[in-house]
């Protein structure tokens, strides 16, 4: 079954309630970090956890992004589009961090703190919300198109699986009785 996968509505749901959540989380801890950041350290507190935040926003829409993309579409995309995103994300990362190295403008403890509180608030949502999921492995929609294009099920002519293969038990040793006899 690993050609035939399965593009649900409850899966693109679960992306878009991450999402929703993600934002959530950074909205909120990027509000205390530069509440917090500008409190304790004024404009260079300010700057650090907006910078932060901005990244985290950042990071949580490719992924996002990204997940909504490969949904459906087989593992082994979802591989790549996560682990390629990743390395995309972590190359943007020490980019940002190269560059504010020498820079006097932000606090770098503001920056870190908001940064690791981001990231790790976004894993235990992720967590949480995938751990709880209730997502079906099949579509109950996919799977009556699948066999309406087949052949209509009458009334009359449903079976039950075990039914079918007693029927052609049956027919196979009646034809094996018959080739006997001729």
């Known amino acids: 079954m690993t050609g035939s996968y399965i593009r649900t509505p409850e899966l693109l749901a679960l992306i878009r309630k991450v999402f929703k959540a993600l934002l959530v989380v950074t909205v909120v801890v990027g509000g205390l970090g530069i ?7 004024g404009l260079p507190g300010l700057w650090a956890a907006l910078i932060a935040t901005v990244l985290g ?7 996002v992004a990204g997940l909504y993309y490969a ?3 087989g593992q082994e995309l979802l591989m790549v589009v996560l682990l390629g995103g990743w390395l995309v994300k972590m ?14 403008f932000y606090h770098k403890g503001t920056f870190a703190a908001t940064i690791l509180t ?16 209730r997502i079906p492995y099949v579509s109950v929609n996919s799977v009556t198109a ?14 039950q699986p075990q039914q079918r293969a007693e029927n052609r038990e049956e027919s196979a040793t009646e034809g094996e009785e018959r080739g006997e006899e001729g």
């Open 146 to 159: 699948a066999e309406g294009s087949a052949t209509p099920a009458s009334p009359d002519t449903s079976e």
């Open 71 to 73: 949904a459906g579409r």
């Open 35 to 41: 509440a917090i950041g500008t409190i304790a350290f």
């Open 57 to 63: 926003l950042f990071f949580t829409a490719t992924t």
């Open 118 to 133: 981001l990231v790790i608030g976004a894993l235990i949502v992720e967590m949480v919300i995938v751990a709880t999921a």
């Open 91 to 104: 190359i943007i990362l020490g980019g940002v961090i190269f560059w504010l190295k020498n820079q006097t």
